[in-house]
Nanobody, 125 residues
Framework: QVQLVESGGGLVQAGGSLRLSCAAS????????MAWFRQAPGKEREFVGR????????YYTDDVKGRITISRDNAKNTMYLQMNSLKIEDTAVYYC??????????????????WGQGIQVTVSS
């Protein structure tokens, strides 16, 4: 069992920056990948980016590529989402996810079997 807790959300002005953290606890030694998803009001939960824990590779959607960076701290079992040049469209609840198994791809919800409760990010004008 793995527990995920997001932190660092809040209100930020357009063009500003914010860093989210996802702290993992429990049986984290078997982690294969961790990812960030987001869900805006009235929309489906969508993939933002992921970090492959075994290879160290990252992958981002075109919508956020160039504006976000996903990193990790293995000693703290923590994944970070650094967001820059934030837009109003980035307003959403952001979810942390983890996978403890190999999967064909890690850019879909079905690959992940552990989820945080989500944290609000609001970008204002």
């Amino acid at each position: 069992q793995v527990q995920l807790v997001e932190s660092g959300g809040g209100l930020v002005q357009a063009g500003g920056s914010l860093r989210l953290s996802c702290a993992a606890s429990g049986r984290t030694f078997g982690t294969y990948a961790m990812a960030w998803f987001r869900q805006a009001p009235g929309k489906e939960r969508e993939f933002v980016g992921r970090f492959n824990w075994r290879t160290g590779s990252t992958y981002y959607t075109d919508d956020v590529k160039g504006r976000i960076t996903i990193s990790r701290d293995n000693a703290k079992n923590t994944m970070y989402l650094q967001m820059n040049s934030l837009k109003i469209e980035d307003t959403a609840v952001y979810y942390c996810a983890a996978a403890d198994r190999q999967y064909n791809t890690y850019n879909i919800r079905g690959a992940y079997n552990y989820w945080g409760q989500g944290i609000q990010v609001t970008v204002s004008s």
